[in-house]
């Protein structure tokens, strides 16, 4: 916050267009380190059954079975130990898994009421599959960490997954300097909006006040829209994925008729669709990548920081903090050298 002060004082920073994105940071933890629920069920009933066999053979008189220099002590110490750590995995991956159905279960109340109510508002049933319910059972793939067990395993871009954190920023369109940000355990930005407009609402008056979001296509949800809108940000989010090379037709499109309805938090969904596919709209979304996407090239190819050395959500958020401000001072220096 002082460095941004400071920038302000110097005349390079007032806020106004602002880009969102994430990128994911590797955490200073190994994929191979994980196990996954399936397997942990698999190994604890390995290993229960040959804590049974080593009990039985400690139990005999006879122990001629025992294989030389072997011993049943150390064996079963070594084996209970990983039952309790197996145990410890499980209870973190089911409780993992409670947490993530209270979500799932929300925005499943909320497409069956969005169906239901379009049913009744056009008397005709709704296309496509219906929703399916989710399960409060973990599933088989669900992994936990045994290094940093509040990390978790991430797709990243190009393909693959890695043991990662998701570190978000906001950025100013003018100044490239970030302004908010934040890390997450979630792969999936669509619940980053929510913690990013609170972080920039609280940004001092002095720096000025957002007025524009521009966010891609993960970030886009009815709800979200309404959230940039109450904050008084004009949303640009993406409501789809566009291909690349566009036909002349398609980028020559005239936009349609704005909407009838006066732009309120419950239409500031169809108004920001219309105004993406205004002319200024375009441009205006067109400068989301040189923004966002370009500090975060900078800092992990140029200032090296691929990595966090921190372990734990709370230590990292810190980290990426103390990055987000190494950039900034860089950018500073660079706009007033």
């Known amino acids: 916050m002082q460095v ?40 604890e009933k390995q290993l229960l059954e040959e804590v049974q066999t080593l009990t039985g053979m400690a139990e005999s008189a006879d122990r001629k079975d025992v294989p030389d220099g072997m011993s049943l002590d150390e064996e079963l110490s070594h084996r209970k130990k990983r039952l309790e750590g197996i145990a410890d995995a499980k209870a973190e991956i089911e409780r993992r898994a409670k947490e993530r159905y209270q979500q799932e279960k929300r925005e499943y109340d909320e497409k069956v009421a969005k169906r239901k109510a379009h ?8 296309r496509g599959k219906e929703p399916k319910a989710p399960s409060e059972e973990p599933q088989e793939k669900d992994q936990v960490n045994f290094t940093d067990e509040e990390s978790r395993i991430m797709p990243q871009s190009g393909g693959g997954f ?63 829209v309404k959230k940039c809108h109450e904050a008084h940000m004009t949303p ?12 002349l037709e398609k980028r020559m499109a005239t936009a349609p008729a704005p909407p009838e309805c006066e732009e309120t938090k419950d239409t500031a969904d169809q108004w920001m669709k219309y105004r993406l ?5 375009k441009e205006l979304y067109a400068k989301r990548k040189g923004i966002s996407e370009t500090v975060f090239g900078i800092v992990k190819q140029v200032m090296g920081f691929r990595q966090f ?6 230590k990292v958020s810190g ?14 220096h660079a706009l007033t050298r």
């Not at 007032?14 to 196990?35: Q, W």
């Not at 640009?236 to 036909?247: G, V």
């Not at 050395?309 to 709370?314: A, K, S, V």
């Open 4 to 43: 941004l002060l400071i920038a302000h004082q110097m005349s390079v920073l007032k806020i106004g267009v602002v880009s969102l994105d994430g990128t994911k940071i590797k955490a200073n933890a190994s994929k191979h380190r994980a196990m996954s629920y399936g397997y942990a069920q698999k190994l």
């Open 119 to 126: 049913e009744e508002r056009t008397g005709k049933k709704c």
């Open 162 to 224: 890695v043991q990662a954190y998701n570190a978000q920023a906001a950025v100013d369109a003018n100044s490239h300097m970030i302004i908010a940000c934040h890390t997450t355990q979630k792969p999936n930005d669509k619940l980053e909006i929510s913690p990013s407009v609170e972080n920039l609402r609280k940004l001092p008056e002095i720096l000025g006040q957002p007025t524009a979001l521009l966010a891609d296509a993960g970030y886009y949800s009815e709800e979200n």
């Open 236 to 247: 640009h989010i993406s409501f789809k994925r566009e291909k690349h090379n566009q036909t």
């Open 277 to 281: 596919q205004t002319l200024e709209g």
């Open 309 to 314: 050395m921190l372990r734990g959500i709370d």
């Open 319 to 332: 980290e990426w903090n103390l990055v987000c401000t190494a950039w900034n001072i860089r950018r500073l």
